[in-house]
């Protein structure tokens, strides 16, 4: 028999410290693909990514079920998404937003960060965006959807990201050298084509409409009473050049209190972004593990182990209070023995790796589907 987890015990369960709640609304250790939290601060509420989408073919649950777990979500996060008055959209995957036309109510009244939809994006995230600003129009009565359209900034130059990633260039892979030097220019010839996508083709432009004000946000700084926040510049969706895209990092800040929410940086996959984590020292920090699930598909060996390395990094080298170390990790129901040594590390350090599913008191949704396969 399954326990999912009820909105109820969400709502009463939230993550304090200090004056700064964060609700754990929907994670894939619930059943149903989302990374979506509400931070709260005496100035401010922010909804996260409020996306969700049915777990992968080849997660052990019937197709009907699975809708039903994402049918769900979606509805328990449209609750707390009332409770908002800011939302933030790290990128343009399902499972990180939904649909202003399926639930308006996420949206209107709202301020809304968003990733940059022009630069530092992959073609079908750069075409997801302009759905959803449009979509964003649609809801606020705004008529003329050409409005949204301006001409790329002029003479805009995209140096090669790798230039920002010391930590990860230093790396010294051994025998897999060769290959690893083959795959970076690989990925810096698409890198070139996608530049030019940015620099040719029409950009969607912030608006503040009557209902929603929309900014773009990466690499910017709010503050409203006591309270800051900071978004990062587009990182990688997993290692360098990864096809799937850009995503960004939040930091919520409030009288010393700090919230860090990685989005999917996979690990993370790469050092840089682990020492960007260790630097700020978060007290709650929400982390995606590594997609264990396409091991020796999407993932090698290689990759995984740099995510583990990564992990133990920022257990050694931070004094975080809470780890929530959900997401792509838990499609998998060898998650916690592909990454023994993480969790090894964090007993060492007496910092614990949660599942939001655990924080809530209840075992992750995979490891209760693998407990009743083997009663039955």
């Not at 040719?200 to 209902?211: D, F, I, R, Y």
Request: proline share 5%; aromatic share 12%.
């Amino acid at each position: 028999m399954f326990t999912p987890v009820t909105f109820e015990e969400i709502r009463r369960h939230p993550i304090v410290i200090g004056e700064v709640k964060v609700y754990l609304v929907w994670f894939d250790s619930y059943g149903a693909k989302s990374s979506c939290v509400l931070i709260k601060t005496p100035d401010l509420n922010l909804v996260v990514d409020p996306g969700a989408a049915a777990l992968q073919p080849s997660y052990p649950l019937p197709d009907a079920e699975k809708e039903e777990l994402r049918q769900t979500a979606l509805e328990t996060i449209i609750r707390f998404s009332r409770q908002a008055d800011r939302v933030f959209i790290s990128h343009y995957h399902y499972d990180h937003h939904i649909s202003p036309l399926k639930a308006e109510e996420i949206y209107k009244g709202k301020k809304i960060w968003i990733k940059d939809p022009n630069q530092w994006i992959n073609r079908s995230q750069w075409e997801r965006a302009r759905v959803f600003v449009g979509q964003l129009y649609g809801i606020s009565g705004a008529g003329n959807l050409k409005e949204i359209y301006t001409q790329p900034l002029n003479q805009i130059k995209f140096d090669d990201p790798c230039e920002y990633l010391p930590l990860a260039m230093a790396k010294d892979y051994g025998d897999y050298q060769q290959r690893k030097n083959q795959l970076l220019n690989k990925g810096r010839a698409w890198f070139k084509k996608m530049a030019l996508t940015w620099q040719m083709e029409e950009w969607v432009s912030e608006a503040k409409l009557e209902e929603i004000d929309v900014q773009i946000c990466d690499g910017r700084l709010y503050s409203k009473g006591s309270t800051f926040v900071r978004f990062t510049e587009p990182m990688f969706h997993g290692i360098e050049f990864d096809r799937v895209g850009w995503v960004v990092g939040l930091t919520v800040e409030h009288e010393g209190t700090k919230v860090i929410y990685t989005s999917d940086l996979q690990g993370p996959g790469i050092e840089d972004y682990a020492q960007w984590i260790i630097t700020e020292n978060p007290n709650i920090l929400i982390l995606d593990g590594p997609p264990t699930y396409l091991f020796g598909y999407m993932v090698n060996r290689i990759n995984l182990q740099r995510a583990i390395d990564n992990v133990c990094a920022i257990l050694r080298g931070a004094t975080t209070d809470v780890i929530i170390y959900d997401h792509h990790l838990l499609r998998d129901v060898r998650y916690k023995e592909r990454l023994t040594a993480a969790y090894t590390m964090g007993r060492k350090h007496k910092m614990t790796l949660l599942t939001a599913a655990e924080w809530m008191g209840y075992d992750p949704f995979i490891v209760q589907i693998t407990q009743k396969a083997g009663s039955e």
